[in-house]
């Protein structure tokens, strides 16, 4: 199935160090939003993007719609231990595809060190 | 609390068999989508229905079915089942079936089949 790149795969970190990991595509999306799930659990939406250069911020969590629409950016300032989990990033509204579909990214997954 | 609910929790069967998971979307909400998570595919749509009738498609195979009744609760149906088919199983809603793309996701019914 079609998921979107992102990057870092896995980030290991000190609890206060600032995170940023990013998710591309090959396709133009025109929403972006990212989650993050924690084991058992289903995804939570944390941002959501609607515009090209949009920055909005959700708390400690930033997050970017590239200029170029094929790309988003998630930064967590201050990382706490409770930030640990696997953040998505998700794609709507692809050209050509259907209506309200959303395409996951490969996910990243972070782990805080106290 | 995502306020979406999801049936069962746990599910395990065997290969041939047919199950059905239930989903519950939040109040209000009149799409429901489905989607499978497993280690190797990652989350992929499977189907979205709109207030009853089926909106879009994703990597949803023939042995699998969905529909969403009057009350807007939805039931994806897995028959002939085989052993790729364990995975996680999630449900997520949102408000409309035009240009909103905030999902939000139940809990998740991880699927096991020996």
């Known amino acids: 199935g079609q998921q979107l790149n992102q990057s870092p795969q896995s980030m290991f970190i000190q609890e206060g160090e600032d995170v940023s990991m990013n998710c591309t595509s090959s396709?133009?999306?025109?929403?972006w939003l990212w989650y993050k799930q924690e084991p058992g659990e289903g995804p939570v939406l944390l941002i959501a993007l609607y515009k090209a250069g949009e920055l909005t911020s959700n708390g400690r969590l930033t997050a970017q719609f590239g200029i170029t629409r094929k790309d988003s950016f998630l930064n967590i300032s201050a990382s706490i231990p409770s930030d640990v989990g696997i953040y998505f990033c998700a794609g709507g509204g692809y050209y050509g595809g259907a209506t309200n579909k959303l395409i996951f990214g490969t996910g990243t997954l972070l782990a805080v060190q106290p | 609390d995502s306020g979406v609910t999801q049936t069962p929790k746990h599910l395990i069967t065997a290969t041939g068999q047919r199950v059905t998971l239930r989903c519950s979307p939040r109040?209000?909400?009149?799409?429901v989508y489905w989607y499978q998570q497993s280690l190797d595919q990652g989350l992929q749509f499977l189907i979205q229905y709109y207030n009853g009738e089926e909106r879009a498609k994703g990597n949803i195979l023939e042995r699998f079915s969905a529909q969403q009744f009057p009350d807007l609760h939805s039931e994806l149906n897995l028959s002939s089942l085989e052993l790729g088919d364990s995975a996680l199983y999630f449900c997520?809603?949102?408000?409309?079936?035009?240009?909103?793309?905030?999902?939000?996701f139940g809990p998740g019914t991880r699927l096991t089949v020996t």
């Open positions: 997520a809603s949102s408000a409309g079936g035009g240009l909103n793309y905030e999902q939000y």
């Open positions: 396709s133009i999306f025109n929403t």
């Open positions: 109040s209000g909400d009149l799409s």
